[in-house]
């Protein structure tokens, strides 16, 4: 009986329909099915790759296994020798695949953040909380994947055995997260932690900590501000 071959197969896996005839095989022999279901799920796992995921040189145990696995290695017979570019189109047809998810990923990062001017995603004013005479401005920014909060209270004054500490809070401030502090002129310019979801975190909030070895949020707030997100 005649195999599908590997280029159609290749084809089919990375979502063409299949020829009436590949289709008519396909429904009747296990060895081209479960050759589809192996480029199939090469496809999907490139699919899969998202911003998240960064590219790493694999070990060289990986590339081993894969010219092993397509008959590559050195000293092949002349079965191997004539599979050759047969094996070299699937691995070609895998990185398409893989290139395809990479190049949307790359897309997205640079029409977000036009590379290199940071993109501002929300700001707001930062009024005093209780009778404290100050205000300020907070801004979130996202360059590539970093997304950084920056925050300005000019004319704090200083504390005594203390500290400004940062804050990003649920809009109820019923969850408060501590992520940074303000140098000594009021300013501070804050990493946040990746996967750190702004819209779920919409109050900034600035509090005088001390150094009482207390992780939590002193209620002694001075600034605060409600992001639009
Ligand atoms: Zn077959």
Not at 118 to 137: I, N
Not at 202 to 210: C, G, K, Q, Y
Request: proline share 6%; net charge negative.
């Amino acid at each position: 009986m005649e195999h599908c071959n590997d280029d159609d197969l290749s084809i089919i896996a990375l979502g063409e329909p299949a020829s009436p005839a590949d289709e008519a095989h396909l429904q009747q022999c296990p060895r081209c099915q479960s050759r589809l279901d192996q480029l199939s799920a090469v496809v999907s796992t490139a699919r899969q790759i998202d911003a998240k995921d960064g590219l790493m040189t694999p070990p060289p145990a990986v590339w081993d296994a894969i010219a092993d696995e397509l008959d590559m290695q050195p000293g092949v017979t002349s079965l191997n020798s004539r599979r050759r570019p047969r094996s070299g189109w699937l691995l070609a047809a895998a990185a398409a695949a893989v290139g395809v998810a990479i190049g949307s990923v790359a897309t997205i990062g640079v029409t977000s953040t036009g590379e290199t001017s940071p993109a501002v995603l929300a700001e707001v004013g930062l009024e005093p909380v209780g009778d404290q005479a100050v205000s300020g401005a907070a801004r979130i920014e996202r360059v590539g994947a970093t997304t950084t909060l920056s925050v300005e209270v000019p004319g704090l004054p200083a504390v005594d055995d203390g500290y400004y500490e940062v804050w990003m809070a649920t809009a109820d401030a019923g969850t408060m997260v501590a992520v940074g502090t303000l140098d000594a002129d009021g300013t501070g310019s804050i990493t946040l932690p990746g996967g750190m979801d702004v819209a779920e975190f919409p109050l900034v909030d600035v509090s005088i900590e001390h150094f009482d070895g207390d992780a939590g949020h002193s209620a002694d707030s001075v600034v605060r501000g409600l992001l639009a997100t």
